[in-house]
């Protein structure tokens, strides 16, 4: 089966990667005139005049990120399958949407307010007591389109920084940790479930996941997974979501965002799990039966961002698995990323600190259960 990705980025290369075993073929359709896939079939287009070409190509239709056109999808999927559909697309391309869809579910988040103007920003974050976080509705991601508010009279200048006609403020939570769920659902409505990992960002960006988390009590997992699964069933959801949360100190869990797609932060499921979110995905979105999700020993993922490490370094550590994109160098982008694997989880925390000093621009984490 040839299968059509929008997007030729690094998650489009895992996929591929995952898929040939599979048997699958990929043509990756680029809309921002810049690839980096480097494998597949590239459709570079981003005057949105090859879609017939694409299209002639492929046998159904998927997508490595969300901030696409919603339209494009919907003519899309008006002549081949699209997995996830345009209205998943839809709804986590607009935050407020997406809170909404959240609080109709029964869906805990944090306190918000939606803005547009600075003085409205001022006013919500007086209301709700800063810090607050400000950001944009629709495009933001890594910390972009996005500002933190430490006193109400930084207002005016977080609405000229983040330059965007409306904004949703957000209170500041009192967390022990920054967890996601990733699950997948079968175009048979199956599901399965990958243990909840511990998340730990620098400037807005995903640096290490660790999972499964050593003191995680049940009913906490149990409550993340009838969440993300009310969200599978309401938008009768094909492939893999990702949705991340907050968890407070008294084990509750309040929903920050969703991403329709393969996510950074179940990278560790590629040497970490039975099987992993990529191979998951395209299992869902061809009518395959779904794969194991057990976790086959603690595992992290470490994030390489802006400045790449020496590789023999790092495959010089026991159980490493270096995954590289293939970009060049630059502030601020994802390079590739280290899949740890150790028989305790004390044994993986060593390794992560061995491994961040070979990293340029890392720092050794730490993790809530440590």
């Known amino acids: 089966m040839n299968i059509g990705i929008l997007g030729a ?35 570079v287009d981003p005057e949105n005049t090859q ?48 809170k909404t869809l959240f609080e109709r579910l029964g869906i805990p988040t944090p306190a918000y307010r939606v803005v547009e103007s600075a003085e409205q920003l001022k006013a919500a974050a007086l209301e709700l007591g800063c810090p607050v976080v400000a950001k944009s509705v629709t495009e933001g991601y890594d910390g972009k389109g996005q500002a933190v508010l430490k006193t109400p009279e930084q207002a005016e200048q977080a609405w000229a920084e983040i330059k965007h006609s409306k904004l949703i403020v957000e209170a500041f939570v009192d967390f022990v940790r920054e967890v996601s769920m990733i699950a997948v659902r079968g175009r048979d409505g199956d599901v399965v479930f990958y243990p909840m990992a511990e998340n730990v960002h620098v400037d807005g960006i995903l640096r290490y996941s660790l999972a499964p988390l050593p003191d995680l009590d049940e009913g906490v997992q149990q409550t993340a997974d009838s969440y993300i699964l009310s969200l599978l069933d309401e938008l009768d959801y094909v ?27 179940g990278h560790w499921t590629q040497n970490g799990a039975v099987t992993s979110q990529f191979e998951n995905h395209l299992r869902a979105i061809q009518g395959l039966p779904l794969g194991q999700t057990a ?19 790092i495959l010089a550590l026991p159980d490493a698995h270096l995954h590289r994109y293939d970009k060049s160098e630059r502030l601020g982008r994802k390079l590739a990323h280290i899949n740890l694997v150790a ?23 730490r993790f809530s259960f440590e």
């Open 9 to 43: 980025g690094q998650l489009g290369r895992m996929l591929a990667l995952a898929g040939y075993p599979l048997g699958n073929r990929f043509t990756f359709l680029d809309t921002t005139g810049n690839p980096s896939v480097g494998i597949g079939e590239v459709i």
């Open 51 to 98: 879609l017939e070409t694409f299209l002639d190509q492929v046998d159904l239709v998927t997508y490595e990120f969300e901030h696409l056109p919603v339209e494009l999808v919907r003519e899309i999927e008006a002549r081949k399958p699209v997995y996830p559909s345009s209205r998943a697309i839809a709804v986590c391309q607009n935050r407020v949407e997406e």
């Open 239 to 265: 492939g893999v979501l990702a949705l991340e949360l907050f968890q407070t100190p008294d084990g509750g869990l309040l929903a920050n965002e969703m991403a329709p797609r393969v996510h950074n932060s």
């Open 295 to 313: 976790a086959l020993a603690p595992t992290c993922m470490v994030n390489v961002i802006g400045r790449e490490g020496d590789s023999a370094d």
């Open 343 to 365: 028989p305790t989880h004390g044994e993986l925390l060593e390794k992560v600190r061995r491994c961040a000093a070979l990293l340029p621009e890392a720092s050794a984490p």
